[in-house]
């Protein structure tokens, strides 16, 4: 079955301890991506990778680490995590936009994060 | 400025009534792709729809159209015959900057309840 997957999908931490929630999907899809959904805020693009080795950084980025050493996995780090980051996390893959009409997002279940 | 703008925060709507979900966006791409995707209370995100910037016709997928209107920069979702399972979150999003920074931006979202 194609997905994306995401652990964890709950995370409850402290201010400061380093914590890494992965991503894995299994489309062979070059881009993915990580969002923030906050309300009244919507998603906000936080990393994405246009393949591997590959990173930008989204709209929010401060806070946050990424890496892209295989295709399939994004993992997204926060090195130290403070109670601003408290939020529901996705992780989105899609091919390219050079598949033009094919670059439809497949979103993860989502991780809510709470940092005390 | 926002580049995605979804002027409805909320909708109350009766069973098997039609639903237009407004979306204007904002871009200096030619080229660029405008999605619709669903999120119900279980927090899921579930694509809908999907129109490219160079479709002449309108998109459509079962009961889902999407009313795109390349001039005004307006990408409404229309909802026929709307069920009781179509309450729940709406986003608009854009992809934009296609052979360059290949960004994707949400708007805030309509959350729309349909009233038996």
């Known amino acids: 079955e194609a997905q994306v997957t995401q652990n964890p999908r709950y995370l409850i931490t402290v201010t400061g301890k380093k914590l890494t929630v992965t991503c894995s999907q299994n489309?062979?899809?070059?881009?993915m991506s990580w969002y923030r959904q906050d309300p009244g805020l919507g998603l906000r693009q936080i990393y994405y990778?246009?393949?591997?080795?590959?990173?930008d950084k989204g709209d929010v980025p401060e806070g946050y680490k990424v890496s892209r050493k295989e295709k399939r996995n994004f993992p997204l780090i926060l090195e130290s995590p403070s109670p601003n980051q408290t939020s529901l996390y996705f992780c989105?893959?899609?091919?390219?936009?050079?598949?033009?009409?094919?670059?439809?997002?497949?979103f993860g279940p989502g991780t809510r994060l709470l940092v005390l | 400025a926002q580049k995605i703008t979804q002027t409805q925060p909320g909708m109350f709507v009766q069973e098997k009534e039609a639903v237009t979900l407004d979306c204007t966006y904002d871009?200096?791409?030619?080229?660029?792709?405008l999605f619709w995707y669903k999120q119900p209370s279980s927090g899921e995100m579930i694509f809908l729809i999907y129109?490219?910037?160079?479709?002449?016709q309108n998109a459509t997928e079962g009961r889902y159209s999407l009313n795109f209107q390349k001039a005004r920069k307006s990408a409404n979702l229309v909802i026929s015959a709307s069920q009781l399972g179509d309450s729940a979150m709406y986003f608009c999003?854009?992809?934009?900057?296609?052979?360059?920074?290949?960004?994707?931006?949400f708007g805030k979202g309509t959350r729309l309840h349909i009233l038996p």
């Open positions: 489309m062979n899809h070059e881009y």
């Open positions: 989105a893959s899609s091919l390219s936009p050079l598949h033009e009409g094919q670059e439809t997002q497949y």
């Open positions: 999003a854009m992809r934009e900057g296609r052979y360059r920074d290949d960004k994707i931006i």
């Open positions: 129109q490219g910037s160079y479709d002449e």
């Open positions: 990778s246009m393949n591997v080795e590959v990173t």
């Open positions: 871009t200096s791409d030619q080229s660029y792709g």
